[in-house]
DNA sequence: ATTACTTAGTGTAAAAAATACACGTTATAT
DNA sequence: ATATAACGTGTATTTTTTACACTAAGTAAT
């Protein structure tokens, strides 16, 4: 066995995996990178975690500088390490994954040179990622697709007030398959976590459908009940 | 903004879960240090990844020096990273768990003098943890309780050929709950990757119960189908 | 105002799965 | 022979899942 000393001569990156719904496709948050390596390449928002933070606190910082995003809740969800998955030098790359409701509010600035600029892209549409990005971003797509089975994250996409309509829409399209309407329904339904606005929606053609909020409060107290579609 | 530009200057660590059952207790796979910090202290099986190898690769190797075993699949669960969780500098830690059958086959003998002994520690009677091990555990016991429910871990732990009971048992110990014997067989039979055999269990006081084999053929067929207990 | 269009919203019957529940059987040990 | 302790089994009830199609309501165009 040789025991060769290992030193402190890793770095630790953050990668973030941001889906985003805009009432009808699924998006990922991409940057263009403004730096050596893969300068000009599309890539997940990330980027060296400091020594003096968390990766956690690093996850937060490094979507804010290279996409004006905070105060975003993303969870981790893997760790990839390989040996040459960075072309400059040992890079451990922590990946987090987080939902967020698209509509314009938000605005999307680089506060980092790093960054070229930011942008919604379509799942389906994706360009040639930087590094290993493409293999981070699927792994966290399966995740997603098993999690939300469980979680509420749904309603992490929507806008505070939604349609069941589109609830049902971003089943489908989180898990690649159509639903039936009716059970579907049912089903949310029976969970008791929606509350029923007297609102409706408005600026639509056609028959306006009533609105709902995800009611937290209720969610929490399920806790240990598992939920399941 | 204040632009730190941060260096190679981390270390990774590998720490591996290793959940054993004997037939009637849950264990886990701890080391006694021998190297400060913490010498003396129980560990996980942890150590720093070298730079020429992979994360995964590192856990296997990392696993066998500190017990002695080799070829054991380990899944990775989460990254650790908080920035005072190793005393002597920045190291993010990567978890794996495992699943193994205990039954004094397998030596436990660390090749390396990190290590002073290693030991199959009963999970109700723990000591006191170096590091953050405590959590690093507590994590990996949650993550296994909810994938037990997907996915065949509990056969992982059992013998070759088992019985029923023995299954229940490793069920109730992991979900920590007591289950319904007649539910529960006809639950997992159900499922049909289960492969009666002729023969009976041997060396037991009493009625001897009728052994089973995990059908792994049968069961990768069944992917994209959701198991769950 | 009529019409055409598009999405909203609803119920039921059948099948499958989950649950609750108790006793005769069988191998061993004395 | 008997006592022991775990083995192995079935049914009735409830709950959940599935499959399936039409009317209602609002908008837009003529």
Chains 1, 2 share one sequence.
Not at 28 to 41: A, G, S, V
Not at 63 to 80: C, N, P, R, V
Not at 210 to 220: G, M, Q
Request: glycine share 6%; charged share 30%; hydrophobic share 40%.
């Amino acid at each position: 066995m040789t025991e060769i000393t290992p030193g402190f001569d890793f770095a630790v990156s953050i990668d973030c995996v941001l889906f985003g719904f805009d009432g009808s496709e699924l998006k990922i948050l991409l940057i263009e990178r403004n730096e050596e390596p893969f300068k000009d390449w599309w890539a997940l928002p990330g980027n060296l975690v400091n020594k003096e933070e968390s990766v956690d606190q690093s996850a937060q910082r490094i979507l804010k500088e290279l996409t004006g995003l905070s105060d975003i809740y993303m969870e981790q969800y893997y760790a990839f390490g390989e040996v040459n998955r960075h072309p400059q030098g040992r890079v451990i790359s922590v990946a987090y994954y987080a939902m967020l409701r698209l509509g314009g509010e938000k605005p999307l600035k680089p506060l980092s040179s790093y960054a070229k600029k930011a942008q919604w892209i379509n799942v389906a549409d994706l360009p040639k990622l930087a590094f290993d990005h493409q293999h981070i971003l699927n792994k966290g797509l399966e995740k997603i697709k098993r999690r939300i089975k469980h979680l509420p994250l749904a309603f992490e996409l929507l806008p505070e007030k939604f349609t069941l309509t589109q609830v049902q829409s971003v089943y489908e399209l989180i898990l690649g398959k159509k639903l039936d309407k009716r059970n579907f329904r049912k089903k949310i339904l029976s969970f008791k976590v929606l509350k029923e606005l007297e609102e409706k929606q408005r600026g639509v053609s056609f028959r306006a459908a009533t609105l709902y909020k995800f009611d937290k409060r209720k969610y929490n107290k399920l806790f240990g009940k598992e939920i399941s579609f």
